[in-house]
């Protein structure tokens, strides 16, 4: 009996027991979930949070890197608490304002303008040169264009726009792939601008000229040229392309001195043959010929003639022997006529009665003058002396006529035997 009291007293406690339990458990399993919503919003929050700071340091550095500052960042520092309202907060994360980095300070544009227009890069040339034309608002300037080794070639100074040309002439033997660089600089030596093209120059080998003459080992006899250091004057003749230009260069085979003048042939003429009269010094000499096509003869500037449209020709040589005229005989220098001069005999005085002139008195008359072939002046001269010498004797014997002693002249034995006999 006490057995089923007590099974009937705890069948009701067993059941308010569970049902107590039952009851105590469903508030705490319904708080649960809540909980663990709250804890995940939390988590969400801080992530967000460390994103965010991630990302403005990231856009800390980048406004450092345009702005060109420094601003340390302290990377291991601890990110800080989470807000109490981002851990009550239930909604999605807002993005924050996107930072705007200051726009980097760009200088003004020059206003000089440099536009390189020829040579064209990757263009063929037809001629043994190219012209240089630049575009450019720069008043007073130089321009220059260097080869590929970065030498100049040409240069030009005070140049002005819009538009600067310049013609450059290449060497007979100059490659044919070209490259050029031209530079422009303003009137205070600042350089404008720069720029390099690559080019090729494509002309052909003029065919060899001949010379008509002088022949080979000629003896060509010139004509006297009113030029000093006894230049001949002389003819040279040949024949090549029509409208060629010849080119002839002169070396002396003596010891004579070149000959320092510029002066070249005429273009071959339409019949194919050119004449060319020159002057040399007289001696040997060998005459080097070559050939070549000119360009536009119009130049772009004064002296800057257009370039070669043909590479120069063999050379065709010819030794000659180059000698003056024959000198005039010098004029005949006419001869003077003396006339002769007269001179009276003169006789000795009287020794005695009846004698005869002595004939020392016959034998001292004065020898006669004739003609004189020798020139003017020695004539002359001959002349003078003759009459002085007539007056002094005509003066003395006038003077011993007039009773003057007995000359002192020597006589004849015959004479003084007359005398003693009388």
């Known amino acids: 009996m006490k057995k089923n009291v007590s099974a009937a007293v705890a069948l009701p406690t067993l059941v308010a027991i569970a049902l107590g339990g039952l009851l105590t458990a469903a508030p705490a399993a319904s708080a649960a979930p809540a909980a663990v919503e709250q804890i995940e919003q939390v988590e969400q929050v801080e992530q967000v949070e460390q994103i965010e700071q991630v990302e403005q340091v990231e856009q800390v550095e980048q406004v450092e890197q345009i702005v060109g500052g420094a601003v340390p960042v302290d990377e291991t520092a601890a990110p800080p608490a989470p807000d109490a309202e981002a851990e009550a907060s239930t909604t999605a994360p807002v993005a924050p304002a996107p930072i705007v980095a200051p726009a980097p300070s760009v200088a003004a544009a020059p206003t000089t303008t440099f536009r390189l227009v020829s040579p064209v890069s990757g263009s063929t040339t037809t001629s043994l040169g190219y012209e240089v034309v630049v575009e450019t608002d720069v008043v007073g300037g130089s321009l220059a264009v260097l080869d ?3 030498v100049e070639v040409h240069g030009v100074s005070g140049v002005s726009g819009p538009v600067v040309s310049l013609r450059v002439t290449l060497a007979d033997d100059a490659v044919a792939e070209q490259s050029a660089t ?15 093209v690559d080019f090729t120059v494509d002309v052909p080998v003029s065919p060899a000229p001949s010379v008509v003459a002088p022949a080979e080992g000629e003896v060509v006899v010139g004509a006297a040229s009113p030029y000093l250091g006894g230049a001949v004057e002389f003819v040279m003749t040949g024949r090549g ?5 010849p080119a002839v260069r002169f070396e002396a085979l003596d010891d004579q001195q070149g000959w320092g003048s510029d002066d070249q042939p005429g273009r071959v003429g339409a019949d194919g043959t050119w004449t060319w009269r020159t002057v040399l010094p007289s001696g040997r000499w060998s005459a080097s010929v070559a050939q070549y096509v000119p360009g536009d003869p119009t130049p772009v500037a004064p002296g800057d003639g257009a370039p070669p449209l043909s590479r120069l020709s ?7 022997t180059l000698v003056a005229p024959a000198a005039p005989a010098p004029p005949a220098v006419p001869t003077a006529v003396v006339p002769a001069v007269s001179v009276a005999p003169t006789l000795s005085a009287p020794t005695g009665r009846g004698s005869a002139p002595s004939a020392a008195g016959r034998d001292r008359r004065l020898a006669h003058t004739g003609d004189d072939s020798a020139r003017a002046l020695v004539a002359a001269g001959l002349l003078l002396s003759a009459a002085g010498a007539a007056v002094v004797v005509l003066t003395r014997r006038r003077r011993g006529s007039a009773g003057a002693p007995a000359s002192t002249a020597p006589v004849s034995d015959a004479a003084a035997g007359s005398a003693r006999r009388a």
């Open 148 to 150: 590929r080794d970065g």
């Open 314 to 320: 063999p050379a065709v040589a010819r030794s000659f």
């Open 182 to 196: 031209v530079v422009l600089s303003d009137a205070g030596g600042a350089e404008v601008g720069r720029r390099t």
């Open 241 to 245: 392309v029509v409208g060629s230009q």
